[in-house]
């Protein structure tokens, strides 16, 4: 399963790389905005979905409730919504309204994370999550690799938790699917990039990442398995919420694209793409680390790890917010 998904991914990738270009699916370097150099094919997250879905209709022995269909239904939804909008370029709102009427459907069907005893807030809670780590993805995708590697780390580390608790096999299979396909994205997109993810890819993986958290943290009621889940998804949370704050401060909307990354911050420091997310790697395994350390704790001890994590963060992103973007 393994070698077929990665040669499916290196084949389709390379396709897709193809067709973008062919039909001029691409990324130019023609705003302040952009970090890259050379025109650049937008159309990797093409590739990945071929791949997922290939291999997922190929090997899956798993028996499909209407939960699981909704929930494939809604990833190949969220997938065309990014591909028009990587040729169209959609407006913030257009993008906003189609993502809560995919993540509407996906709650009707039971993905609601289970946080409290309280419906109502865990439905809302729920919705605003999905929407946030969809959006949150997509804004991580600014450097070659970087979303790519921080997902795979982030979904090893949701294996891990799954495997612990003996929970759902079906979503361990369909995250090993995809990590293999990312790796084999990887190939490609890794500093030098000759291929970008696309917002058809990065929404892709947010919801997709949305999925195997909830029914995550829903395979166990005790607190620190749920802490030990969101600590996992730190650097997702901290990159969506710096660059909101930054961009708000500037009077501008937090999806509004801007330079304001802690990753872009990093280079203007002097530090290459590589550099910097290999750094980002190495401080996403260590906060999956961290998530396994959680689980079991006190509440008290969750506490402590939990606002040692935030006031690294924030020590973190006030140095970098000093940086002067140009």
Known sequence: IIMSTFLFGIFFVKISQI?????????????HIKSHKYVTPYL????VIL???????????????LKNTIELLSLFSIFL????DDKY??????????QSLIVVTLLSTGNIAHLSNIPAFDLAFTFIGIIFLINAMNILDILDGLMSGILIIILIGLITLNTVMASNDFYIFLSAILIVTLISFLVYNFNPSSIFLGDAGSTFSG???????????NSSTHVSFTFSAFIALSIPIFELFYVSILRIRKGISPLHGSKDHFAIRKIIMGHSVREVVLLTYLITLLTIM???????????NLLIITTGILITFFIFGYSLSKIKIT
């Open 19 to 31: 067709i973008a270009i062919k039909f001029d699916i691409v990324d130019r370097p023609d705003s």
């Open 44 to 47: 990797g997250g093409l590739g």
């Open 51 to 65: 791949t997922f879905f290939l291999s997922f209709f190929i090997f899956n022995n798993y028996e499909i409730e």
């Open 81 to 84: 919504l990014g591909l028009v």
């Open 89 to 98: 370029n959609l407006s913030i709102k257009t993008r906003l309204f189609i």
């Open 207 to 217: 919801l997709f990442l949305a999925i195997i958290f909830i029914n995550t943290i």
């Open 290 to 300: 961290a998530s396994y350390i959680s689980i079991g704790q006190s509440l008290e």
